[in-house]
């Protein structure tokens, strides 16, 4: 089955820095993959999907890379916001389920 | 975005009786809808695939007949957790799929705080 990693530990920046999440993945490479937001107690919130055949997608202030050789994505929040703090996900899809990763939690101080 | 509403958002039963969690989504038919489970500061464990009008597909290690889910309409899907246990307790959260030309995407639900005492 797929697994997915996400670095465990918090990610803890200062406001206005770039922040930059890492999701890798072992097997096979999926035809797209997501990430998603969650905040405590509360379901995933989806953010961005990127597709095997697309390098870099961005939207606003976010920015997603899908390197299939690497069978690495990297997601960057610039200008970061103490809004930005939660734990955000990748996700895969494969042979029509999705698979998350446990997540990285963001802390962005003031 | 689509909308995807979970109820409820918590429940707190005793041990050896049965909850019953709502899933719908509101402005969208899903023919395909899945539960998770969750626990602190974990991914999300897919427990099954919910199908409209065929039986649902459990991942390996989740008991069907303890977690019924029941998916009647393109609009609804339940899961109930029977005689629960406090080892049930944990955070349940049911995802609907959406397709559309460049892939699918899930919408989630809010999630519900199962507490068995």
């Known amino acids: 089955s797929q697994k997915i990693e996400q670095n465990s530990e918090a990610l803890n920046i200062q406001e206005g820095k770039t922040a930059t999440l890492t999701c890798n993945y072992t097997n096979y490479s999926p035809a797209y993959l997501q990430w998603y937001r969650q905040d405590p107690g509360r379901g995933p919130v989806f953010l961005l999907l990127?597709?095997?055949?697309?390098k870099e997608k961005r939207k606003e202030r976010l920015k997603v890379t899908f390197d299939t050789t690497l069978k690495q994505s990297l997601f960057h929040i610039t200008a970061s916001q103490p809004a930005d703090s939660a734990t955000y996900l990748c996700a895969l899809y494969n042979f029509n389920k999705f698979y998350f990763g446990s997540g990285t939690k963001l802390n962005v101080k003031p | 975005g689509a909308v995807v509403s979970q109820h409820p958002s918590w429940v707190i039963c005793k041990s050896g009786t049965s909850v019953k969690i709502e899933c719908r989504s509101l402005?969208?038919?899903?023919?395909?809808m899945f539960w998770y489970r969750q626990f602190p500061k974990q991914s999300l464990m897919l427990m099954a695939t919910?199908?409209?009008?065929?039986?649902?597909t459990y991942e390996q290690g989740v008991e069907k007949d303890k977690f019924l889910i029941n998916h009647a309409s393109l609009t609804l899907s339940t899961l109930t957790v029977t005689s629960a246990h406090p080892e049930d307790s944990s955070f349940y959260i049911c995802?609907?799929?959406?397709?559309w030309g460049a892939g699918t995407e899930a919408f989630f639900g809010q999630g519900t705080r199962l507490t068995v005492v």
């Open positions: 990127i597709r095997e055949n697309e």
């Open positions: 402005d969208f038919q899903a023919t395909t």
């Open positions: 919910s199908n409209e009008g065929s039986k649902a």
């Open positions: 995802s609907a799929e959406k397709r």
